[in-house]
């Protein structure tokens, strides 16, 4: 069985839209020192409770471990403990023994794990690309299958058929 990763953010549910049209109406500058502040003073139980799955995400992830292809883990890149917190509560509500990883921002994805032939699901190209990079499969999740150079899908159940 394959190790598959799933990223949380702009893949599972819809954070991004969200935490964009935040900062937007707050004015929040668009540089790494101000967007990263701005996350790290974010209150995520709000955004959590405004977000929405993507394309049915919880029942897609049942399905990937229904199919037995893969061992599943979702990983995502956090800004503070609280941000962790709001979201393994949320996940815990729709998903029961799955592994969460969480990751600090600063730190590659690809640093907390052994990538070496295994997939990552992923909104964000910089991530795939750095993934991909250290000997591991790199899927784009995308609403719009652009998958800028990388495989892609906009539901999470089609990868079932990919391996
Ligand atoms: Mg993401």
Redesign the pocket.
């Known amino acids: 069985m394959k190790n598959l990763y799933i ?5 599972i549910v819809n954070t ?1 839209d969200i935490t964009y049209k935040m900062a937007n109406s707050l004015g929040i500058k668009k540089d790494y020192t101000n967007y990263l502040q701005f996350f790290q003073n974010l209150n995520w139980e709000e955004v959590l409770e405004q977000a929405k799955p993507i394309n049915d995400s919880f029942n897609e992830i049942k399905k990937i471990i229904n199919s037995h292809k893969f061992n599943v883990f979702i990983l995502t ?1 956090v800004t503070s403990i609280h941000e962790a917190e709001a979201k393994i509560k949320l996940i815990n509500r729709y998903l029961e023994n799955i592994t969460i990883i969480t990751v600090p921002k600063s730190i590659s994805k690809t640093k907390v794990l052994n990538t070496k032939d295994a997939i990552l699901i ?3 190209p910089p ?1 795939l690309d750095d993934w991909e990079k250290s000997g591991g499969i790199g899927i784009r999740f995308d609403l719009d299958l652009d998958g800028k150079g990388h495989q892609v899908i906009d539901r999470l159940s089609q990868i079932i058929y990919f391996f």
Not at 7 to 11: E, I, L, R, S
């Open positions: 990223d949380f953010d702009g893949v991004i890149h992923d909104d964000f991530n």
